[in-house]
């Protein structure tokens, strides 16, 4: 079946560093999207993607959409303490017609102020 | 301005007890979803409507139930509750395909 592979699982960084995670799957998807939850709320959508080669950004965040379609990469930068949470990916599950979603393990980060 | 609304919002069951988790939204989406989180983990799709009196099976649907009688409302049923089911329940809806989810803040069960 569908799978999304998050990499890395966990960051523990300091405050103003820039952040690189990315996510792969083992098979095309023709949508990415990225989430991030904060701790005891929901997952919130941040970017999506719905393109090869797509780079699109809100804020400090930049995402770009895999080339192969295969994988997709979420950049932050100069990291604040309210990045704080986890971070999925996510594409849509065997076909989009029903919107179904499989999800990433996440990515857990956390910021030393 | 609610968006999607879930109750509770933590429950300790015993073993063998049933309950219903609670869903609804306020924005006329045809489409909504239900996951579970587990710790560690990603989220798992457990059903799914894609509108009013149509649901459907995801990739965890043993042990739960769903039904959908109006648009706004897709209540998640525990028959006989097990340690498994401890976990992080996730409402969520859209207003189509290939646009995200917006998602309740979330039911943690307990099952002891």
């Known amino acids: 079946g569908q799978q999304l592979n998050q990499s890395p699982q966990s960051m523990f960084i300091q405050e103003g560093e820039d952040v690189s995670m990315n996510c792969t799957s083992s098979s095309i998807f023709n949508t990415w999207l990225w989430y991030k939850q904060d701790p005891g709320e929901g997952p919130v959508l941040l970017i999506a993607?719905?393109?090869?080669?797509e780079l699109t950004s809100n804020g400090r965040l930049t995402a770009q959409f895999g080339i192969t379609r295969k994988d997709s990469f979420l950049n932050i930068s100069a990291s604040i303490p309210s990045d704080v949470g986890i971070y999925f990916c996510a594409g849509p599950l065997y076909g989009g017609a029903t919107n179904k979603l499989i999800f990433g393990t996440g990515t857990l980060l956390a910021v030393q102020p | 301005n609610a968006g999607v609304t879930q109750t509770p919002k933590f429950r300790i069951l015993k073993i063998g007890q049933s309950m219903t988790l609670q869903c609804t939204q306020d924005?006329?989406?045809?489409?909504m979803y239900w996951y579970r989180q587990d710790p560690g983990m990603g989220l798992k799709l457990i059903y799914y409507s894609v509108g009013a009196g149509i649901t459907d099976k995801g990739e965890v649907p043993n042990g739960y139930n769903v039904s959908r009688s109006t648009t706004e409302d897709f209540p998640l049923r525990l028959e006989l509750a097990a340690p498994s089911q401890t976990s992080v329940y996730f409402c969520?809806?859209?207003?189509?395909?290939?646009?995200?989810?917006?998602f309740g803040s979330g039911t943690r069960l307990t099952v002891v």
């Open positions: 969520a809806s859209s207003s189509g395909t290939g646009v995200g989810y917006t």
């Open positions: 993607l719905y393109k090869a080669g």
């Open positions: 924005m006329n989406h045809n489409y």
